[in-house]
């Protein structure tokens, strides 16, 4: 049986109530329980906690979204595209590499009304084997450097066969 919260809890209760020390206790879980224990400083919080007058060992309640909304189904749920929104993804993918994320997100949105993030495009896009990385363009050549280029070819393109013939080609 694996111990609870609550049950470190009561046992460290118990050692206040037995007015051990801090440390005394500490010694005694870890003897006890070694790495499963509780750390030094939730049996140091918890003492002060009842030095001041705490006697429930339950959690108190927090603000903020509770635990139970955040289960494994409730977030598939919210991932989840229909197998058609899915191929529409990836044939607009295909068909222009540059789009990104934020892109393709937006345009689910206006052609199906469907909200979803753009990490759910990413993921999509990654399932069905491409990278999700936008393509990038091959930047062009300047003009001054496509004359440089054509200028180099041209002169050695006069060169004689004995001239090549003494070339040595390290590639």
């Not at 003897?31 to 006697?55: H, I, M």
């Not at 991932?79 to 590499?97: D, G, M, S, W, Y």
């Not at 393709?104 to 993921?123: C, P």
Request: glycine share 6%; charged share 35%.
């Amino acid at each position: 049986m694996e111990l609870t919260r609550e049950h470190f809890r009561a046992i460290i209760f118990h050692g206040f109530r037995r007015e051990l020390t801090r440390q005394e206790c500490i010694d005694e879980l870890t003897s006890l329980y070694g790495d499963g224990a509780p750390s030094y400083s939730t049996v140091k919080n918890w003492y002060n906690e009842f030095n001041r007058g705490r006697r429930s060992l339950e959690d108190e309640g927090r603000e903020g979204r509770p635990k139970t909304v955040v289960v494994p189904e409730n977030i598939d749920a919210v991932h989840e595209l229909t197998e058609r929104e899915e191929a529409e993804i990836v044939r607009k993918v295909k068909k222009n590499p540059r789009l990104s994320a934020p892109e393709l997100k937006a345009e689910l949105f206006a052609d199906h009304g469907k909200t979803v993030s753009a990490q759910t495009v990413r993921r999509t896009i990654k399932s069905h084997g491409y990278n999700g990385k936008v393509a990038r363009k091959k930047p062009l050549l300047a003009e001054r450097n496509r004359k440089l280029r054509k200028n180099f070819a041209l002169e050695y393109s006069k060169k004689d066969q004995s001239w090549w013939d003494d070339v040595i080609f390290l590639d």
